[in-house]
């Protein structure tokens, strides 16, 4: 389905050039800061009514005029006759079918499971780096696009059995091009919930609720990452290297199974096509369509499915500017990983095992901040939507603020304290901000995006993905090469300085995003 840009893009979201109505006050962060906005600008009274949770995925006003020549004829599985067509749409607001109506339980579950599957694919992701984040950066290309076919269930289905395939051929290599061919395969197989994990909770999530479940979900790809190297560690001390891949494939396996009883299909297109075809198969006539089905060649709209990332990544600023920074600040990630084992074997010998736990600061500052994104970005959104009178994606974006001030405090900390030699806690204290830090930037920006194209927000979110896990594949290996001719305290200090300097682009997009969205619409 195409988009004609402009309001299209930005999903249940409405239009303005300007933030009229906003004060000091709108911007709620989770402390009382003061950006000098005027504070005596008149406040809306009422809030304009968003699209509702059932209309975001439908196609542009002109495709559904083009589809839907109007008579009055309409029956009781949704469908609307058009002529010699009959549309088929959710049976009314209410449809239990419809995944924006499921149970809490239910959305729950979907948003867990996925959160769990992206745990288990980054928790050894320390391992091996480059090669497998090189996967991450490769799988989004394919697996965006064929969840946005086919739908989410059969990507997520299909992917796990192939990690857990390619876990096992890790297991048993016997020799290194065998185990680093299938690590990079695990990483390409692994990216399916780090790519469309956040159009499955679009999918599941109204815009008012969105904010709390991606703070769920984005607990799995970045606090993976942070807990997995401390049981990797002592396992592979005590039992080889070999074990933890058992131990992953045993939890990968168990994810699987879980995934096959317990996850249902959430993509509304996907659903609409299976409800029109279950009409053709019991009517025999084949005038039931979908009311989000596209009259285009299935070559076609794979190609078009496959470029989509790419394209929203070259020509919409807004993809472009949000993922270079979320790539920055993701990387230093991977990047820190590479002076642990300098800093903790080598200046504070800590062995194989204990070498793990270094790694639990910037894990408890990943939930910290988790807890607090996730209780004040929707409540910052509702506050802000009912002083401006309207919904924008641009009101995830000042929690973001946050981010790297608190990276950048966390880098001087660590870097200086590990060039002093200081004891052992101090450098991992100093990592409890930079772990904040990346929480208060990963989910309002992920968030941001799935507000702002939410039919395709597993393609933005797959652009984000690429660029981020290439930088994250290279990035470390310039690491050993930084820190040996400028030390960890200047090494680290010019990281915190280009976090900073990256700091203006929330702040940019802010004032100028929903501008700029307009001005360069996509045509998807």
Known sequence: MDHDGGDNCRGPYRSSSIYPDLSTADLILPFDFDFGFNRDTEKASTIKTPMSSQEHDLPSTASRTALETPRDSTGGNGEKSMGERY??????????????????????????????????????????????????????????PSSEL??????????????????????VSTSLPMLTGFRFLAGCAGSAALTIGGGTIADVMPPEKRGKAMAVYVMGPVLGPSLGPVAGGFLAQAAGWRWIFWLLTIIAGLMTILTFLFLRETYAPKLLRDKARKLQKETGQEAYK?????????????????????????????????????????????????????VFEAQYDFSTGTIGLAYLGMGIGMVAAAVVVGYTNDRQVA????????????????????????????????????????HWIVPIIGTVPIGAGLLFVFTPLSTYLIDAF????????????????LLSAVLPLAGPSMYDRLGFGWGNSLLAFIALAFG????VFFWYGEGLRKRFPLDL
Do not use: H
């Open 290 to 342: 979908s009311k989000l089905e596209i009259d285009l060649p299935a070559r076609v709209l794979f190609l078009r499915a496959i470029i989509r990332p790419s394209k929203m990544l070259l020509l919409s600023p807004i993809v472009l500017g949000l993922s270079c920074y979320m790539a920055l600040v993701y990387s230093y990630i991977y990047l820190l990983f590479t002076t642990f084992p300098l």
């Open 150 to 171: 086919w739908g989410r269930n059969i990507v997520f289905n299909a992917t796990n059995v192939l990690f857990v395939a390619f876990t096992v051929a890790c297991a």
């Open 454 to 469: 939410t039919t395709y927000a597993a393609s933005a979110l797959a652009a984000a993905t690429v660029l981020r896990s």
């Open 383 to 422: 506050k802000m939507a009912a002083r401006s009178g309207e919904r924008k994606p641009e009101y995830r974006l000042p929690t973001m603020m946050l981010g790297s001030p608190l990276i950048a405090v966390g880098l001087f900390w660590y870097g200086w304290s590990a060039e002093a030699r200081t």
């Open 87 to 144: 549309i088929i749409s959710w049976d009314g607001p209410y449809d239990e079918a419809n995944p924006q109506n499921w149970s809490s339980v239910r959305k729950w579950t979907a948003v867990m499971i996925v959160s769990g599957i992206t745990f288990v694919t980054q928790a050894l992701s320390a391992f091996a780096v480059s090669v497998y984040i090189l996967g991450f950066g490769i799988g989004p290309l394919v697996l965006s």
């Open 504 to 507: 203006a682009i929330p702040l």
